[in-house]
């Protein structure tokens, strides 16, 4: 029955990627490697996919993106899946705001976090009722109610929301925001608080009820449920309100604006710059002029940015003019490359640029850092000793050594004689950095077969190729039912089978076997033989075994065939 394939023990699979819709990346994905040109037909480093144009919604997108319905649509590697944006992602990595975990926003194909505001993607759990959310094409919009989201105070819920038997109710008089759908025990104006303390909102919400002449009627209250009719906590008026690294955003204003130093806004939110930028597209210089552009000597301006590890991304604050002062000014982000006139050999400071060429500045590096502080590059370094941050990532790694501002010298959590500050791994006693198989869990290889056990599908049996037959997790090498006919290896004349329906051109009582391992013919009838009966052989198998004719390779076995087949290879 040579039609079903053309071999035995040979899987083929075809993938048929149909789609409908085609969406514009909000962020671009970073990629490793030397980008080429989207859209010339040829597979560069950085796409995923390159079908010679640049028209989305044919399989391969616009920014050279392989799109996807379902995972399976992507390569099989762990970590791959299907973006909510239509698009495969590998493992780490985000296409908009919904790929990342409640609370996350996407940065440049990255999740990050930022705990001055937490973003939420719509109709998603979690979602907090009356919150700013954005739904998976990246618009701005409010969660929505939620009967089943659990709430102890106000704080717990959104703008102009109070928390009723556990409940965020949508205060639908609320003169700011007004109107909604009421969830639960309507609240009750000059009775329940509808507002959080410490939120800026709170400050928002206070000033629309001056202005409606419902003064009496606000209240908020904390965590703790105390009620108040003022407003606490930190609000901001302009970028200069905030932290380095901060901007002043409107978060009540739908788009929200970045505010300036002449806006009028009750309830700005701090949040760092990589928020203000993604989220409300505030671009870099923002309130600051960039120092290299409309500067003028010892005005305040943005050096660059410093990435952080996933917290916040830092805005460089500088001085204009600052290049030239003889001095390689650390804080500022000055390097050899962009201000070679204060950053030279023998000047005092290490760049990154000269370490290992430049002894005088850098000292002696090895693989525990360098006998001085090395400076980072502008742009492309994830850390800088005396931010407060221990950052064990980068271009230059932040240690307990070569940065004990930052990183812990002292403590030892896991008490394996690694200071946590130098221990990427500091509740693990076996362990100071991941491996293969992360903190927690040991890089063993029991069978040396150069697979650690995480990964190995047959922990104590070589297999090295990692061949799984059957595809059911357990490697070959020690897989007792190699091709998962149910017949075990030690009994299975044929070890190599694969189960499948009955092929074209089957006759009635002539039989093959179908993907339950039982022989049938062209009705469906069973001929009360199995596979387990025939040691393991389907009918092309027992065919070549037995040198039958061509009727048999045509129509299927007979039963009197199959019997033989037994009687004969049983004794």
Not at 231 to 239: A, L, P
Request: net charge negative.
């Amino acid at each position: 029955m040579r039609p079903r394939g053309s071999g035995r023990g040979v899987v083929r699979l075809l993938w048929v990627v149909g789609l409908t819709v085609a969406l514009v990346p909000l962020y671009a994905v970073t990629s490793v490697g030397s980008p080429g040109v989207c859209g010339d037909g040829t597979l560069d480093a950085g796409e995923q996919c390159d079908d010679g144009n640049t028209d989305s919604g044919d399989g391969c997108t616009s920014f050279c993106l392989t799109e996807c319905s379902r995972a399976s649509d992507c390569p099989s590697e762990p970590g791959w899946s299907c973006s909510v944006g239509g698009v495969c992602l590998a493992p780490g990595t985000c296409y908009v705001p919904c790929d990342c975990p409640q609370g996350w926003y996407c940065y440049y194909g990255t999740c990050m976090y930022d705990p001055e505001l937490l973003v939420y993607c719509c109709n998603t759990p979690g979602c907090v009722p009356g919150r700013p959310c954005y739904d998976p094409a990246g618009v701005q919009e409010s969660c929505s109610e939620d009967p089943n989201y659990h709430c102890d105070t106000a704080c717990d819920c959104g703008p102009a929301h109070c928390c009723n038997d556990n409940k965020c109710v949508k205060d639908t008089e609320d003169p700011w925001r007004p109107g909604g759908q009421v969830v639960g025990r309507p609240c009750d104006q000059g009775t329940d608080p509808t507002y959080c303390f410490t939120d800026p909102s709170c400050h928002a919400g206070l000033s629309n009820y001056w202005d409606a002449g419902m003064l009496d009627s606000f209240l908020c209250e904390d965590a703790a449920g105390n009620v108040s009719s003022t407003c606490g906590g930190r609000r901001c008026f302009f970028s200069g309100d905030c932290d380095l690294g901060e901007s002043c955003v409107d978060t009540g204003v739908f788009p929200s604006v970045l505010v300036g130093a002449f806006s009028s806004v009750d309830g700005g939110y701090c949040v760092s710059n990589a928020v203000a930028e993604i989220l409300y597209g505030w671009p870099s210089g923002g309130t600051y002029p960039p120092c290299t552009q409309g500067c003028f000597s010892g005005m305040t301006c943005e050096a660059g940015w410093r990435p952080g590890d996933t917290a916040a991304i830092e805005r460089v604050i500088g001085v204009c003019d600052s290049c030239g002062n003889s001095t390689c000014e650390f804080e500022y982000l000055e390097t050899s490359a962009n201000c070679p006139a204060d950053c030279s050999c023998g000047d005092g400071s290490c760049d990154t640029s000269e370490v290992g060429t430049c002894p005088a500045d850098c000292g002696v590096c090895d693989a525990n850092g360098c006998t001085e502080q090395v400076m980072p590059t502008a742009w492309s370094t994830l850390s800088t000793c005396g931010d407060g941050v221990c950052q064990k990532t980068g271009i230059i790694p932040e240690d307990c050594v070569n940065c004990w501002l930052d990183c812990d010298a002292v403590t030892d959590t896991d008490g394996d004689g690694t200071p946590d500050g130098c221990d990427l791994c500091p509740s693990d006693p076996g362990k100071t950095d991941p491996g293969i198989c992360g903190c927690g869990l040991a890089d063993t290889d029991t069978d040396s077969d150069g697979v650690v056990d995480c990964n190995d599908n047959c922990v104590n049996q070589p297999n090295p190729g990692q061949e799984d037959f059957d595809l059911d997790g357990i490697g070959d090498a020690c897989d007792p039912d190699i091709d998962g006919d149910e017949v075990p290896n030690s009994g299975d004349i044929c070890p190599m089978t694969t189960l499948d329906d009955p092929p074209d051109g089957l006759k009635k009582n002539r039989f093959a076997a179908n993907d339950a391992g039982l022989f049938v013919d062209a009705d469906g009838t069973e001929s009360g033989i199995s596979v387990a009966d025939t040691f393991g052989c389907d009918e092309d198998q027992i065919i070549d075994l037995m040198g039958l004719g061509n009727a048999h390779e045509r129509f299927g076995i007979t039963r009197s065939a199959l019997l033989t087949f037994i009687d004969q290879w049983g004794g």
